[in-house]
Protein backbone atom coordinates (compact mmCIF):
# COMPACT_ATOMS: atom_id res chain seq x y z
CA UNK A 1 0.00 0.00 0.00
CA UNK A 2 0.98 3.70 -0.87
CA UNK A 3 1.52 4.64 3.06
CA UNK A 4 3.08 1.19 4.46
CA UNK A 5 3.30 2.07 8.42
CA UNK A 6 3.67 4.87 8.18
CA UNK A 7 2.65 6.80 11.46
CA UNK A 8 0.71 10.35 10.41
CA UNK A 9 -0.39 12.48 13.68
CA UNK A 10 -3.07 14.49 12.49
CA UNK A 11 -3.94 17.97 14.63
CA UNK A 12 -7.74 18.64 13.72
CA UNK A 13 -10.70 20.26 15.72
CA UNK A 14 -12.63 18.89 13.20
CA UNK A 15 -13.53 15.40 14.19
CA UNK A 16 -15.40 15.08 10.91
CA UNK A 17 -12.30 15.83 9.05
CA UNK A 18 -10.03 14.06 11.19
CA UNK A 19 -12.01 10.82 10.34
CA UNK A 20 -11.97 11.52 6.69
CA UNK A 21 -8.21 12.18 6.64
CA UNK A 22 -7.91 9.00 9.23
CA UNK A 23 -10.11 6.40 6.70
CA UNK A 24 -7.94 7.75 3.89
CA UNK A 25 -4.67 7.04 5.29
CA UNK A 26 -5.34 3.87 7.17
CA UNK A 27 -6.66 2.33 3.78
CA UNK A 28 -3.63 2.92 2.84
CA UNK A 29 -1.70 1.39 5.40
CA UNK A 30 -0.82 4.16 7.56
CA UNK A 31 -1.37 4.52 11.72
CA UNK A 32 -2.71 7.46 12.58
CA UNK A 33 -2.98 9.37 15.93
CA UNK A 34 -4.95 12.26 16.61
CA UNK A 35 -5.36 15.24 19.10
CA UNK A 36 -8.27 17.70 18.98
CA UNK A 37 -7.74 21.03 20.37
CA UNK A 38 -3.89 21.49 20.24
CA UNK A 39 -4.45 21.82 24.31
CA UNK A 40 -2.50 18.24 24.81
CA UNK A 41 -0.30 18.28 21.20
CA UNK A 42 3.20 17.63 22.68
CA UNK A 43 1.88 14.89 25.13
CA UNK A 44 0.25 13.39 22.65
CA UNK A 45 3.37 13.25 20.10
CA UNK A 46 5.09 11.43 22.96
CA UNK A 47 3.26 8.86 23.09
CA UNK A 48 2.21 8.15 19.24
CA UNK A 49 6.47 8.36 18.74
CA UNK A 50 8.02 7.65 16.41
CA UNK A 51 6.23 10.21 13.91
CA UNK A 52 6.79 10.48 9.68
CA UNK A 53 4.98 13.41 9.65
CA UNK A 54 2.24 15.79 11.12
CA UNK A 55 -0.59 16.97 9.71
CA UNK A 56 -2.13 20.27 11.00
CA UNK A 57 -5.07 22.52 10.48
CA UNK A 58 -4.18 26.14 10.90
CA UNK A 59 -8.05 27.27 12.53
CA UNK A 60 -8.70 25.89 15.80
CA UNK A 61 -11.52 27.77 18.65
CA UNK A 62 -10.40 29.67 21.64
CA UNK A 63 -7.85 31.81 19.95
CA UNK A 64 -5.46 29.12 19.31
CA UNK A 65 -4.03 28.88 15.78
CA UNK A 66 -2.13 26.13 13.79
CA UNK A 67 0.57 28.55 13.78
CA UNK A 68 1.00 29.05 17.65
CA UNK A 69 0.73 24.83 17.84
CA UNK A 70 3.64 24.92 15.34
CA UNK A 71 5.83 26.95 17.76
CA UNK A 72 5.06 24.40 20.29
CA UNK A 73 6.14 21.22 18.45
CA UNK A 74 9.30 23.08 16.85
CA UNK A 75 10.39 24.04 20.30
CA UNK A 76 10.33 20.48 21.58
CA UNK A 77 13.58 18.91 20.26
CA UNK A 78 12.25 15.57 19.72
CA UNK A 79 10.08 16.88 16.91
CA UNK A 80 11.88 19.19 15.46
CA UNK A 81 12.98 17.48 12.22
CA UNK A 82 9.67 15.75 11.42
CA UNK A 83 7.58 17.56 8.27
CA UNK A 84 4.67 19.31 9.31
CA UNK A 85 2.09 19.87 6.55
CA UNK A 86 -0.95 22.57 6.72
CA UNK A 87 -4.37 21.36 5.82
CA UNK A 88 -6.79 24.04 5.77
CA UNK A 89 -9.87 25.12 4.51
CA UNK A 90 -7.95 28.93 4.71
CA UNK A 91 -7.56 31.02 1.01
CA UNK A 92 -4.23 29.16 -0.01
CA UNK A 93 -2.94 32.72 -1.89
CA UNK A 94 -2.96 33.86 1.79
CA UNK A 95 -1.67 31.56 3.99
CA UNK A 96 0.53 29.02 1.65
CA UNK A 97 3.15 32.15 1.80
CA UNK A 98 2.35 32.42 5.58
CA UNK A 99 3.18 28.45 5.95
CA UNK A 100 6.30 28.42 3.98
CA UNK A 101 7.90 31.47 5.67
CA UNK A 102 6.93 29.77 8.81
CA UNK A 103 8.65 26.46 7.89
CA UNK A 104 5.94 24.43 7.47
CA UNK A 105 6.95 21.48 4.61
CA UNK A 106 3.79 21.64 2.88
CA UNK A 107 0.05 23.00 2.27
CA UNK A 108 -2.76 20.49 1.75
CA UNK A 109 -6.45 22.78 1.31
CA UNK A 110 -9.48 21.20 2.33
CA UNK A 111 -11.76 19.80 1.93
CA UNK A 112 -9.05 16.92 0.96
CA UNK A 113 -9.61 14.69 -2.09
CA UNK A 114 -10.07 10.92 -1.87
CA UNK A 115 -7.10 9.92 -4.74
CA UNK A 116 -5.49 12.82 -4.69
CA UNK A 117 -4.71 13.48 -0.57
CA UNK A 118 -3.37 10.09 -0.14
CA UNK A 119 -0.87 10.94 -3.07
CA UNK A 120 -0.02 14.11 -1.78
CA UNK A 121 1.24 12.83 1.84
CA UNK A 122 3.12 10.29 0.02
CA UNK A 123 4.92 12.78 -1.99
CA UNK A 124 5.90 15.06 1.06
CA UNK A 125 7.11 11.94 2.71
CA UNK A 126 9.34 11.02 -0.14
CA UNK A 127 10.67 14.21 -0.20
CA UNK A 128 8.85 15.41 -3.17
CA UNK A 129 6.86 18.89 -2.30
CA UNK A 130 5.15 20.97 -5.48
CA UNK A 131 3.36 24.05 -3.13
CA UNK A 132 0.90 24.32 -6.08
CA UNK A 133 0.32 20.33 -6.35
CA UNK A 134 -0.70 20.94 -10.12
CA UNK A 135 0.84 17.73 -10.89
CA UNK A 136 -1.27 15.55 -8.52
CA UNK A 137 -4.91 16.96 -9.86
Not at 19 to 44: F, P, S, V
Not at 70 to 84: E, G, S, T, V
Request: glycine letters at 6%; zero cysteines; proline letters at 5%.
Amino acid sequence: MLLDNKRIFIVEDNVNNYAIMATILQQQGAHTGYERWGNDTLQRLSAFTPIDLILLDLMFPNGVTGYDIFDQIRQDPKFAAIPIVAVTAADPAVEIPKVRRKGFTAFIGKPVRLGIFERQIAAVLDGQVDWTWDSLL
